[in-house]
């Protein structure tokens, strides 16, 4: 059960979530929070996406310019205003892990569930209990950060896939993986797991 997943995977993760902004919301789901494949990383490579092509920036996406504002302005009170989390939220998305203070977790969530934002990365400290109406998952990196080299058990797996299209938020989700060669194992666990 080794992991196969090549490092250059990471550009066509974003650049998937961001072509799947205009279905709905997305989560682009990491095992990581800085190192890697990670929240992070993924979030700077979105900032330089958005930057490239402006068309591409989930900013485009932002429903509520003000309940924005408000959001990171609280979230510079916390971190400083030259944090990565603060740019993110300028170009209209979030990342969330935890290491983020538990109170702008929370204001993260609320906005991303009022449908303010539409994009958030995240490892499991969101996907794995938060009840958010995500529409489609673009599952970066499902690497179990034990050091094993593994992917996720499928019983993590499953609860990850299972955030999207809930009952009563979203009718039907969509689950991407956006595997650069064909890796078997890794399609048929996410098989098993749907």
Not at 26 to 47: E, H, P
Not at 79 to 96: I, M, Q, T, Y
Not at 116 to 134: C, D, F, H, M, R
Request: glycine share 8%.
């Amino acid at each position: 059960r080794k992991n196969r997943w090549k490092v250059n995977a990471q550009p066509v993760c974003c650049h998937l979530a961001l072509q799947s902004l205009s279905a709905g919301s997305v989560l682009l789901f990491t095992t990581g929070k800085t190192s890697g494949i990670s929240c992070v990383s993924l979030a700077k490579k979105i900032i330089e996406m958005s930057n490239t092509d402006n068309s591409l920036s989930p900013i485009n996406f932002v429903i509520n310019k003000s309940y924005l504002e408000d959001l990171i302005e609280y979230a510079a009170f916390l971190l400083g205003s030259d944090h990565l989390l603060c740019e993110a939220l300028r170009n209209g998305f979030v990342f969330h892990h935890g290491d983020i203070p538990q109170s702008l977790r929370e204001k993260i969530e609320r906005a991303y569930d009022r449908g303010v934002i539409k994009l958030i990365i995240s490892n499991n400290t969101l996907a794995e209990g938060v009840n958010l109406p995500i529409k489609t998952i673009v599952l970066a990196n499902v690497v179990d950060q034990s050091g094993s080299g593994n992917y996720l058990p499928n019983n993590r797996l499953k609860n990850i896939i299972g955030r999207v299209g809930r009952a009563g938020r979203e009718r039907y989700g969509t689950v991407m993986i956006p595997a650069i060669h064909n890796n078997s194992l890794l399609l048929r666990m996410v098989k098993e797991a749907l």
